[in-house]
């Protein structure tokens, strides 16, 4: 392995596509129609953080429904409320934010290319997103989708024209999560600096990669689903109604098909976040990176296989609820693999407690808990009594607030001087990050045992006995809601008041702390080659050629040993 | 792992008289580039059409007679001879556009003009030919049963997609003729011709599904 | 003559032209790289199976019964 140590500099290979574009000029060119993933960024953290303002509205219109058992709201405004409140956060808060924002502003970034592999299908994807969420607001107007943002027929074949409006809205953006996907795969596969290979690539980047593939391939299997039911609603042509030979339990295997890898597509990047924090601020390289690789992959394949654990009551054959079961805890087998990795990176670190990496060690807890609760709902007979209830939407917040947003929050206080050049104020992150943590454990924790006593969800009034739990839940949502303030007006300080932030505030390895902050607008002057993985911290860092003149950043003997001459 | 290439020297300061092999190797990158996008793309239409043939199978399986009874009769099966015609025309111009491409290739431009007509000739023909089909299947109109339901709306699918790649034959056939393509720069033509054989074979699934099985 | 048969009869004869057209193409190519060449080759593979599909559905070996 050990390579005689050259007499010479080596020399730096050029990567071909190191051509620089002319910068864009004009308003127009430089921030509104803007072909620079970073900008693009820019754009889906706006308006998915828009689209968060709105939804958790909603949310907060549901808890406030639900603090009296006979209700506030009618049940058919809260139908479309809690509807609405779910597909737009996971069609225009989540897959933007994790995928679209962090994945396009990162990743590139980390694999030393200076922009996506097609630039043009980025601003092209982007541009579908506003318009997508504001056919589904607008849906509000002609009677919101009202079945959940999973639309079982025959419901969803009844109900009135917004829900047409959700098929079009959520079939655009799926259009626009495709397109992301094969421009973010053909990216990571073919725009790597030189001497990055695979088990060179920053984590991030194997979640984004296993991110894109799942986006690509599950998405059109939901566009599949949406057609079918505009078709039937809007011309007849019938595939679910039973009374014309159609039947729902079709749409519930089509939508879940996509559905069940969605909710990994919603994840996976936040594992990216948590994977990219804790070595940082633990001084720690990664433990088990390989695992951690190889589980993201892992995870997204099996992610196709477990589409009907989502329908072990709909009455779908018997004889499919066993080998869903055990597929489905299977999936428990490559994340458990993760948390362990990442409980062994943080031991014996020396932990930084900066809010990032609070929300990070706050993601480990709750989205393992999230994970638990997970398992108990593969178990088939404690699906049937779970199925349904608060007990599940208890599990899904664990894991989609618990981990998605907690890892997004990471993800946000670690990368926001890298974007912006300019710090947060650590000490409102910190608090911002011990508030959430509480607001969320006693926000979404009663809602376990309220499912396990019995409480349906989707109900906008409920029997007597639950209401007690309902008013903590309640109120201390409302706290949480408030707590999303503390990040708001940490942002708008930071512009007036953030120290500025220089290249690499946090002392990470990682090739996007290599270049100034905000990076110009062609990210690196000179495409650095890659020498190893980037987590080893102690060691001199595995790159030679960063932006500086020739021969400055001369080899040494130790860090030439595994310089992969591309060819 | 990307292919870059190692210049001869340091890469910097290379004047750019002494770029022109590199400019090739940024087209040949462009191009693989572009070429994984759209296999990819394709890849993400397969998953389309698998779903749909999913609900297809899901629902011919919830029912013990095939075609449906509609109305107290059972449905007549399509019509079987003028496919297996039809088919043959639509197979065929993947052959033709194989050609025209391979002819592009060898710097034949006149065969290749011939074969890419004869490719579009042939596709329109198919569209004419599936025009012709829907007007005369008896099975109940697009909303009678699952069987119109899922016949029109697989094979209107895959007649958009042809009537796509039509236009997108003939866009690139007007593109080399204002020379926007040479023998060495022909990306276009092979995203065609992927798309044109992709669309064949979508065909070749939905013959059997729906003319034999 | 029935309509039908001179169907049949043209892709019956079709379906042996191109079938063969495809099989020749797919032989030169058999050795070529990359994956514009790999994919052509497995689009091109899967339609001459097609071909021979019509091939036998022409002359009556497969499709439904009656």
């Given at each position: ?8 500099t ?15 000029t004009g308003f127009?060119?430089k921030?509104i ?5 970073k900008?693009?960024?820019f ?7 828009l ?32 509807s ?5 956060m ?20 980390q ?6 592999a097609f ?12 318009p997508a969420g ?8 002609f009677?919101?989708?009202d079945?959940?943002w999973?639309e ?5 074949l009844q ?21 992301t996907?094969i ?13 990055m ?18 986006n ?8 599949a689903a ?9 011309f007849g ?6 009374t ?10 089509m939508f ?7 909710v ?26 390989k ?7 892992a ?18 054959a ?6 869903f ?5 299977l999936?428990?087998i490559?994340?458990g ?6 409980m ?8 930084e ?11 480990l807890i709750t ?6 609760t997970?398992?108990f709902l ?11 209830t ?23 206080y670690?990368w ?9 104020n650590?000490?409102?992150g ?6 959430t943590f ?10 376990h045992?309220?499912?396990l ?12 006995e639950?209401?007690g739990?309902?008013i903590?839940v ?6 949480l809601?408030?707590?999303?303030l ?9 512009f ?34 890659v ?11 595995p ?12 080899a040494?003997?130790?860090s ?5 001459h591309?060819? | 792992?990307t292919?870059?290439?190692?210049e ?10 002494h ?16 070429l994984?996008?759209?296999?990819l ?9 698998s ?6 199978l899901y629902l ?9 009874i ?12 003028f ?14 556009m ?17 074969f890419?007509g ?8 198919f569209?004419c030919g599936?025009g ?21 709306t697989l094979?209107?699918?895959h ?13 690139l056939?007007?593109?080399?003729k204002k020379g ?23 065909w070749v699934?939905l013959?059997f599904?729906?003319?034999i099985f | 003559m029935?309509l039908?048969v001179?169907e ?22 058999w ?15 899967l339609?001459?199976?097609g ?12 499709g439904p019964?009656?």
């Open positions: 392995m050990a390579v005689a140590a050259p007499t010479t080596p020399t730096i290979p050029r990567p071909v596509l190191d051509h620089i574009h002319p910068e864009p127009i060119r921030y129609f803007s072909i620079d993933h900008i693009i960024a754009q889906y953290f706006i308006t998915a953080g689209f968060f303002i709105i939804a958790g509205l909603l949310a907060e219109m549901i808890r406030i429904d639900l603090l009296k058992h006979t209700g506030v709201l009618t049940p058919n405004v809260y139908n479309q409320v809690y609405v409140h779910g597909s737009m996971v069609w225009l808060v989540i897959i933007p934010f994790v995928s679209g924002a962090f994945g396009n502003f990162v990743m590139p970034l694999i030393g290319a200076r922009d996506v630039p043009w299908l980025n601003l092209a994807a982007f541009w579908m997103f506003p504001l056919i589904l607001l607008a849906s509000f107007a009677g919101a989708p079945a959940g999973t079982y027929p025959p419901i969803s109900a009135p024209f917004g829900t047409s409006m959700w098929c079009i809205a959520i079939f655009l953006i799926g259009i626009s999560s495709t397109l996907g421009n973010f795969l053909v990216t990571i596969f073919k725009m790597r600096a030189p001497g290979t695979f088990t060179r690539m920053p984590l991030f980047v194997w979640a984004s990669a296993a991110t894109a593939g799942l690509m391939v599950a998405t059109t299997a939901l566009a949406l057609l079918a039911l505009f078709l039937e609603r809007q042509v019938p595939f679910y109604n039973p014309k030979g159609g039947s729902p339990i079709l749409w519930q295997h879940w098909f996509y559905s069940h890898p969605a990994y597509i919603m994840i996976l990047p936040a594992f990216g976040i948590i994977s990219e924090v804790l070595p940082t601020f633990s001084r720690k390289p990664i433990f088990g990176y695992m951690i690789a190889f589980s993201s992959v995870i997204a394949l099996l992610g196709f296989m477990v589409w009907a654990h989502h329908m072990f009551t709909s009455g779908m018997p004889w499919l609820q066993l080998p079961m055990i597929i489905t805890m999936i428990a490559p994340t693999i993760k948390i362990f990795s990442w062994a990176t943080l031991w014996g670190g020396s932990i407690f900066s809010a990032a990496c609070l929300f990070a060690l706050g993601f989205f393992t808990l999230g994970g638990v997970g398992f593969a178990a088939v007979p404690a699906d049937l009594h779970e199925h349904g608060y007990f599940v939407v208890g599990h899904i917040h664990y894991v989609l607030y618990g981990g998605s947003v907690f890892g997004i929050y990471a993800g946000l670690y926001w001087p890298k974007m912006t050049g300019r710090m947060m650590e000490r409102l910190q608090w911002h990050a011990w508030i509480v607001a969320f454990n006693c926000t979404f924790l009663p809602m045992w309220l499912g006593l019995g409480m349906p969800r989707r109900v906008a009034m409920y029997d007597p639950f209401e739990w309902n903590v309640s109120v201390c949502s409302f706290f809601a408030a707590s999303t503390l990040i708001m007006g940490n942002m708008l300080w930071s007036k008041n953030g120290k500025k932030a220089g290249p690499n505030p946090w002392g990470a390895r990682t090739l996007e702390w290599m270049i100034s902050s905000p990076p110009p607008y062609y990210n690196f002057k000179t495409v650095p080659a020498l190893a993985a980037p987590y080893d911290f102690g060691n001199p860092l790159y030679i050629g960063l932006d500086a003149e020739p021969g400055a950043m001369e040494t003997p130790q030439t040993t595994g310089l992969v591309a060819h | 792992m292919t870059a290439a190692v001869h020297g340091h890469g910097h300061g290379d004047g750019p008289d770029d022109d092999g590199h400019e090739e190797v940024i087209y040949q990158e462009t191009r693989d580039m572009r994984l996008g759209f296999v793309f394709l890849c993400s239409d397969v998953v389309l059409f779903a749909f043939i999913f609900a297809y011919r399986g919830t029912i013990d007679e095939w075609p449906p509609l109305n107290g009769h059972q449905l007549p099966r399509l019509d079987l001879p496919a297996e015609f039809n088919s043959i025309v639509l197979f065929g111009s993947g052959v033709t194989h050609h025209a491409l391979e002819n592009w290739k060898h710097g034949k431009v006149g065969r290749f003009d011939f890419m004869f490719t579009i000739v042939l596709g329109v023909m569209l599936q012709y089909e829907y007007s005369h299947a008896a099975i109940g109109g697009w909303s009678g049963s699952i069987f119109g339901a899922s016949f029109f094979t209107g699918m007649g958009f997609h042809v009537f796509c790649g039509v236009a997108y034959l003939a866009i056939w007007w593109q080399t926007h393509y040479d023998q060495t720069h022909y990306f276009g033509l092979t995203a065609g011709t992927l798309y044109w054989h992709f669309v064949d074979v979508i699934a013959f599904l729906f003319y | 029935d039908a001179i049949r009869s043209v892709a019956l004869i079709g379906a042996i032209i191109v079938g063969v057209f495809a099989s020749i193409a797919l032989k030169e190519d050795h070529a790289e990359g994956l514009d060449n790999n994919t052509t080759k497995l689009l091109l593979g339609m001459a199976f071909c021979i599909m019509v091939f036998f559905a022409a002359i009556g070996v497969i019964k009656g």
